[in-house]
């Protein structure tokens, strides 16, 4: 029996400012695809001590000749179906610096999923082959010993120039590794393996000819988490006090029905700064998605005014009091 819970994910900012949010005037163009909208501050209660985790560094500008790099991202539920597509574009006169696409699989083992070639994927028609980020427990699906296996790809090279545009760009996803793939409503049929979660792209970009240089930093794991609550602090370089901007991947979010559960937040200390968050609401081609969730999400949230001039890092919570999910990436704009 799936387990449905109150989520809460907590966000613990080194040198906070103000709680008013200002978006950034480019980013401003392009809203991902499951950024809720904005909900006004509410005290909160404080989160509960957190288990700290890690969660491996995947690219960084940082070692990029010194520039404005901003980002995109969205996603999309792949549960029971295993194709979809993420629209995904760049703002205008910016240039593409690096595209990533993410994805999370469950299976009997990490060795089962390698068997159902988990780690293929085809994105606008051509095959990717990703590399394996980690491997966890189950969000409380399958039998005993079933696992999740993170998986991302470098796809720059696929997605070139096309995604800068007035319009949005549809990005194919298919022949993910699914084991059904007719839209079934998970909650009510035998769970088969494989089962994919769902997908993320993320886009960096540069911004020609603008100050004060930004930086991105994209992380990967593959922890799951059911009851209490899992952190992990990001360092960066000194923040320029401009376009802060945080997307938490997180698979197996879901909802009870067509109402929101109750006390669902996303939390920067005490203060809520978006009241449901995590709960599937990526899009999805599985029959059910929209009143029951996608099992996916991959909201962005603006920080720029939290987040202190000169701060150098940042600690993230996630609390889950009895649902189970997997915490499979992390971009940060500093």
């Known amino acids: 029996m799936r387990r449905y819970a109150l989520i809460a994910l907590a966000i613990v900012l080194i040198g906070l400012t103000s709680v008013a949010f200002m978006p950034s005037p ?19 209660p404080v989160p509960s001590v957190a288990r700290k985790i890690s969660m491996t560094l995947l690219y960084s500008t940082n070692d990029l000749p010194a520039a404005r790099y901003e980002y995109v991202a969205a996603g999309m539920g792949l549960r029971d179906t295993g194709y979809g597509s993420i629209n995904l574009r760049l703002p205008l006169s910016t240039t593409l610096v690096k595209a990533l696409l993410f994805w999370d699989v469950l299976d009997a ?20 082959s990703g590399t394996k980020i980690a491997s966890g427990a189950s969000p409380c699906w399958g ?15 696929i997605i070139g120039n096309s995604a800068t545009g007035t319009e949005w ?26 089962a994919m979660e769902g997908a993320s792209l993320v886009f960096i970009y540069s911004v020609p000819g603008v100050t004060p240089t930004t930086n991105v930093n994209i992380y990967g794991s593959a922890v799951e988490y059911s009851g209490g609550s899992v952190s992990f602090s990001a360092t960066f370089p000194a ?31 005490v203060i809520t700064l978006q009241n449901v968050t995590l709960n599937g609401a990526d899009p999805s081609m599985q029959s059910l998605a929209q009143r029951k969730g996608s099992l996916w999400d991959s909201p962005t949230f603006d920080i720029t005014a939290a987040l202190a001039t000169g701060a150098t890092t940042a600690t993230f919570t996630i609390s889950a009091q009895s649902d189970c999910q997997v915490w499979t990436g992390l971009a940060i704009q500093t």
């Open 239 to 269: 923040h320029a006090a401009t376009n802060a901007f945080v997307t938490p991947i997180i698979a197996d979010g879901q909802k009870q029905g067509i109402s929101q559960i109750p006390g669902q937040a996303f939390m920067m200390g």
């Open 26 to 44: 480019l980013q401003g163009l392009v809203a991902t695809q499951t950024a809720g909208a904005s909900q006004g501050a509410v005290t909160g």
């Open 143 to 157: 039998p005993t010993g079933e696992v999740n296996v993170a998986y991302y790809a470098d796809v720059t090279t």
């Open 169 to 194: 760009l549809g990005n194919t996803i298919s022949g993910a590794a699914s084991g059904l793939t007719n839209g079934e409503d998970p909650w009510t049929t035998t769970f088969t393996n494989p």
């Open 109 to 128: 083992t990490a060795a089962a999923a390698g068997t159902h070639s988990a780690n293929l994927i085809v994105l606008d028609g051509v095959r990717v």
